[in-house]
Nanobody, 115 residues
Framework: QVQLVESGGGLVQAGGSLRLSCLAS????????MGWFRQAPGKQRELVAT???????NYAGSVKGRFTISRDNAKNTMYLQMNSLKPEDTAVYYC?????????WGQGIQVTVSS
């Protein structure tokens, strides 16, 4: 089983920046792709960005140009650099990873952007 732990969330003013991290741990696992999702109150969970083991990225249109996803395979860690944050980016952000034998979610971390 693979465990995912997010860190780096918090409260920031509109226009500010935050960097989220997601650390994967477990025994004998291979990660194919990782991604960030978010869920705002009263809304469905939505995809924010994904990255494959080869570094191919994909972004939701609402964050393209403002957010950057990256990963350090040696450290089993994924990052989400969030710039020019807007109040509508306020949500619980979840890390997701999957491989040949698993699919896992983190517990989620709150990001709040004040206007």
């Amino acid at each position: 089983q693979v465990q995912l732990v997010e860190s780096g969330g918090g409260l920031v003013q509109a226009g500010g920046s935050l960097r989220l991290s997601c650390l994967a741990s477990g025994s004998s696992f291979t990660i194919n792709a990782m991604g960030w999702f978010r869920q705002a109150p009263g809304k469905q969970r939505e995809l924010v960005a994904t990255i494959t083991s080869g570094g191919i990225t994909n972004y939701a249109g609402s964050v393209k140009g403002r957010f950057t996803i990256s990963r350090d395979n040696a450290k089993n860690t994924m990052y989400l650099q969030m710039n020019s944050l807007k109040p509508e980016d306020t949500a619980v952000y979840y890390c997701h990873a999957f491989g040949p034998t698993f699919g896992s979610w983190g517990q989620g971390i709150q990001v709040t952007v004040s206007s």
